[in-house]
């Protein structure tokens, strides 16, 4: 699953000399198995069947990284791509938000389709120093209102918090005040804030 507007390797031969690598549905179980050249630009490894984030610190220039549809359950190994600006790992086995205090130029992060209950990870990108204008959380296990009110309203820059995609939501979106919880800590804000989530009050 891949969120609108992130980018789509279009390079699918393996080719990393354009900047670009495509490697999609290929049966990968490790990213040590590729030669990631450091110029890269964009690495777009989705379907494969890789359980750790690992081989890629030397990709210093990375801007969008798409991990998704693997058998992922950790977010680390991605403290030296500081130019990277859309991360997707959609469709893994991640548990809890971590490991992205580094990516002060990420802007969007598509996290849909995991087992995530834990958002603590997003409290070190408070403030403006970090960029996070959009993130995709439908189809997770977030199942409290306090909870994901700490870890995102000091989110400076984010304009976009997906928790209800397709009828695919998350526990909390059927607490009874969610609505009006949203509404008291966003709506006092300057910042345009969409909030897409069904409501069952």
């Not at 080719?15 to 495509?22: A, E, K, M, R």
């Not at 081989?55 to 990284?65: A, G, M, R, Y």
């Not at 849909?112 to 959380?137: A, E, T």
Request: proline share 2%; aromatic share 6%; glycine share 6%.
């Amino acid at each position: 699953m891949e969120a609108p507007g992130e980018a789509e390797v279009e390079n699918e031969d393996g080719d990393s000399n354009c900047g670009d690598l495509c490697f999609m549905d290929k049966g990968l179980r490790s990213i040590s198995e590729l030669s990631l050249d450091s110029a890269l630009h964009a690495i777009n490894l989705h379907c494969n069947n890789i359980s750790k984030i690992t081989s890629i610190d030397h990709v210093w220039n990375l801007q969008h990284l798409d991990l998704s549809s693997n058998q992922i359950s950790q977010i680390e190994g991605l403290n030296t791509l500081t130019k990277l600006c859309t991360l997707n790992l959609s469709c893994n086995l991640i548990t809890r938000i971590e490991g992205l205090e580094a990516l002060s130029n990420l802007t969007r992060l598509n996290l849909s389709y995991n087992h995530i209950n834990d958002l603590s990870g997003l409290m070190p990108l408070h403030g403006i120093k970090h960029k996070l204008r959009y993130i995709d959380l439908h189809s997770n296990c977030i199942d409290s209102i306090h909870h994901l009110l700490q870890c995102t309203v000091g989110l400076h820059f984010l304009t976009n918090l997906i928790l209800e995609k397709n009828g695919e939501d998350n526990p909390v979106c059927h607490l009874p005040g969610m609505n009006d919880s949203l509404n008291t800590f966003y709506n006092s804000d300057i910042k345009s804030f969409f909030i897409f989530c069904i409501y069952y009050l």
